[in-house]
């Protein structure tokens, strides 16, 4: 019996160190994905012959990374330990480990002195952003924004014109795939046609290099490329039991999230809440779903929503149809496609804005009233001046 019962202990050990490995690397995943401790860009040198430690490090030190030791583990265990390449780099504000490590690994992304950034906007015109990288601390100065349709100011052309720039193509979360066709067509850097309007949710939102003359169609090419991956890793890693039956149809919930708020906290809470709904078969009603509709696609009215088109029974009106619409309605960034894969578990029905750029959640109609004048209060205060 002795012997039973040491083997059976032993056993019990195993598989609580199992549990607890299994624990740590879930854990390990998740800081690893997680949006980064930056709130601004920095430009990071990788020196020539740098370790992997002495990166990892760095990266800490900078801020960009929230541990070195995290970020060694992750690319030893993605085989891109010997894959760092020397130059200096862009970590954009709040990189995941991941993409640092994408960033660092990739010497087609190492920058020149000047940066021209051109982002893709929801008028679909484009804007141009040209920054200066300083060496001693890694900071950015910004030169120049303006309106690439506008044309380039005078003092910078002939830097812009000349060698030592770096192009980059900024796509920010939420911006429909017309909006960034659009933007692509407008920048006169680029050469080529996109063939077609590519689906709506299959760009990935992202910073791309790019070298002027560079083909529309292929940056288009690179952008699906790009969300097919994180939609895939996102649904490999999905939660139990979610109204949701197809990647497809993640990803139409994700661009809604995308476009209900721009707080990163509050994904994972409207995604709860969106669940609920779809679990107790309350429609959506969602207004971005609704301007989506209106606006044929292009994702921007200008104006307030009208009356009218709330009343417009049109596939994409969360108002008037169940559940969710037929397609996205705008292209969402990784964090919440994340968050429509594994909502945060609530009992939140509802949600309006608060007045300070979040919203206020309520599990009842009446908290939800409450909430709704209260936010119909702020406006009216704004509107008055007050």
Do not use: C
Not at 94 to 109: F, G, H, K, S, W
Not at 224 to 239: D, G
Not at 331 to 354: H, K, M, Q, W
Request: net charge negative.
């Amino acid at each position: 019996m002795a012997g039973r019962d040491i083997a059976a202990n032993g056993f019990s050990i195993l598989i609580v160190a199992g549990i607890a490995l299994a624990g740590l690397a879930g854990w390990g995943r998740s800081q690893i994905n997680a949006e980064g401790p930056l709130e601004e860009p920095i430009y990071f040198e990788v020196a020539r012959g740098a370790s992997l430690g002495a990166v990892a490090d760095g990266l800490a030190d900078a801020g960009a990374v929230s541990s070195g030791f995290l970020f060694r583990i992750n690319a030893d265990y993605s085989d891109r330990a010997d894959e760092l390449r020397f130059g200096t780099y862009e970590i954009p504000a709040r990189a995941t480990m991941n993409e640092i490590l994408d960033i660092v690994t990739d010497p087609t992304r190492a920058v020149e002195p000047f940066t021209a950034t051109y982002f893709a906007t929801i008028d679909g015109r484009g804007e141009m952003r040209l920054v200066e990288r300083n060496p001693g601390d890694g900071g950015v100065e910004t030169l120049a924004e303006f309106a690439f349709a506008d044309g380039v100011p005078e003092a910078y052309a002939e830097t812009i014109a000349g060698g030592g720039v770096s192009f980059r193509v900024a796509v920010p979360p939420g911006l429909t795939s017309w909006q960034i066709v659009e933007s692509l067509n407008a920048a006169e850097f680029l050469e080529g046609e996109i063939a077609s309007l590519p689906a709506e949710g299959t760009l990935a939102p992202n910073t791309y290099s790019v070298t002027p003359g560079a083909d529309r169609g292929e940056i288009v090419a690179r952008m699906q490329a790009a969300q097919e991956a994180v939609l895939a890793e996102a649904w490999e890693n999905r939660a139990e039991g979610l109204p949701i039956e197809t990647p497809e149809e993640a990803l139409t919930l994700a661009s809604i999230i995308e476009k209900e708020t721009s707080v990163p906290d509050e994904r994972g809470l409207i995604a709860g809440v969106f669940v609920n709904r779809l679990n107790q078969g309350m429609r959506l009603q969602t207004d971005p779903t609704v301007i989506y509709g209106a606006s044929d696609g292009r994702g921007y009215l200008g104006r307030d929503i009208r009356q009218s088109e709330l009343d417009t029974n049109h596939a994409w009106n969360t108002y008037q149809i169940d559940g969710l619409p037929p397609t996205p309605i705008a292209n969402p960034g990784r964090a919440s496609i994340e968050a429509a894969l594994n909502p945060e578990a609530t009992e939140y029905l509802f949600f309006v804005a608060d007045g300070t750029g979040g919203h206020a959640f309520a599990a009842t109609n009446a908290e939800h009233e409450a909430n709704v004048a209260r936010w119909r209060e702020f406006q009216a205060q704004q509107n008055d001046g007050g």
